[in-house]
């Protein structure tokens, strides 16, 4: 298209910046209008969105479509809250173990078959409507076969001149600071971010970090890569099965915590690359139980009302990460290519220390 890095950058982080403020705002819309409701919205929007890409891939429409898809694409968070709204609170780790199992096969299949199509259709317009025949076909099960979650606190405005009030109740997401927030949900989501950026500084530092270091092809980075990917698959899916090895939940965030401190530790030391792959094994379970596990008390200290904005809450503290994780990267490797590993580490730390005060008494 012959726009230059850092405008492509800038366009490729639309997403997530939107999504910072879109996501708590659109599941509190869910906790008042219905799951349901959000979820067709979730998937016939990105729908709309891909098709219009694919029919007009220039870069204006390439802008609108990530804003567009920012603001309506929560189908993953609010699908959680769905399934939490269906299911007893002693059984959310085990349901939603399985969910990100599942959703994790999606991202090991999903970008061999975008890349084969990409050889194929280099413009990407047949990644494009692929993507938006897939939304299309969720669109059209939820429509026909999931019913209503039964959480809408005001699904129906009761009198025409109350739709101004309810709209504005609906756009109300959990109150962080001031003397109505929550402390717990407050805490809850810190800690939520200290664990996401200090994985994200792994991540996204680990191929610059693997090239440096060991001089491995591409391919061998991808067969790691995807190695990592099923091991955090396989961990999400055996999670509820841990979970009830354990007295509470903050004693299972706790050690999860403590394994991904060590682990991202042990992989920035490693000598060699099958030492880093063999560290990247306990990197993935502890990644796959820590996002049970906090999304698990997120829910259990908050209201039952307020499931959806809690999790968008939740996404959108990822998402903040996601957005200004990659320049801190940028900015720790001039220390160093192990810098960025060293200084994830340090973070989990953190994290572990913060989950020992917080729960102190309750381990």
Sequence with gaps: TGVSPFVAGLIGSLYGAVQVFSSPLMGKLGDTWGRKALLLISYLGPSLGYLALGLSPSIPVIIASRIHNGIVKHGLSTSKAYLADITPSRDHASTLGTFNAVSGLGFIVGPLLGGKMADTDPTFQLNMFTGALIYALNFLLILTFVPPSQNAVNPVPAKPNQKVRNLKLSCSPPTLFGPKADPWIRNLIFLRFLLTFATLLFRENFTIFMEQRFAVSYTTLGTILSFNGIVTTVAAATCGHVSGLYSSIPRHLLHATLLLTAAIFMATLAPSPALVTICLVPVGVATAHLRICVLSLMLLKGQEDQRGAIVGL???????????????????????VAM?????????CVAAMAIAVMFRGNM
């Excluded at 996601?322 to 001039?334: D, E």
């Excluded at 960025?340 to 989990?348: C, K, P």
């Design 340 to 348: 960025a590993g060293y200084a994830g580490s340090g973070l989990a």
């Design 314 to 336: 939740g996404d959108s503290v990822a998402s903040f990460s996601r957005m200004v994780g990659p320049s801190l990267v940028g900015l720790l490797q001039g220390g160093g």
